[in-house]
């Protein structure tokens, strides 16, 4: 809502700025349609970040339509260790990010809100025997930024 404001007032300003001479009809024009035509393709190319928990894995896609769609997967028995990165989180805030490390290039990078939207925490918590609950405490109630580890597989 902001956006839109700040776009009439700027366009507004242009008005006055052609009605006073100081600004030529066909540059407010051609802003104007530059303006426009941006926010409409940002509309059109939204930012998409899907999460898949499936029995074999976990899959997330992120990106847009317009640019390069990234895909990152580990399967659940590929999974060797769990941390949690906050940033300036604090008590109320889920400004976290799930890493899932798996082997080789195998592994996962979650934003908090993606995770709490499709039931990761849970499923964690179901396959990782050992799960340490005290430490994702503590990652909830951070107040700065600091790598969390919640499970690492036990050595064989």
Not at 99 to 127: K, Q, S, W
């Amino acid at each position: 809502m902001t956006r839109t404001v700040l776009l009439v007032a700027f366009l507004a300003a242009g008005l006055l700025l052609v009605r006073s001479g100081a600004l030529s009809p066909w540059l407010w024009m051609l802003l104007t349609v530059v303006v426009i035509a941006t926010r409409v393709i940002a509309r059109m190319d939204a930012y998409q970040d899907e999460l898949s928990l499936t029995d074999q894995g976990i899959t997330r896609q992120h990106g847009s339509k317009l640019r390069k769609v990234q895909n990152e997967s580990v399967r659940w028995d590929q999974v060797r260790r769990i941390e949690v990165l906050t940033h300036e989180t604090g008590p109320g805030r889920k400004d976290l990010l799930f890493l899932l490390y798996g082997t080789g290039d195998a592994g996962v990078a979650v934003p908090g809100a993606v995770a709490e939207r499709h039931g990761l925490l849970p499923e964690l918590r179901r396959r990782c025997p050992g799960f340490q609950e005290d430490q994702w405490e503590q990652a909830q109630a951070a107040t700065g930024r600091a790598t969390i580890l919640l499970w690492e597989q036990a050595a064989p």
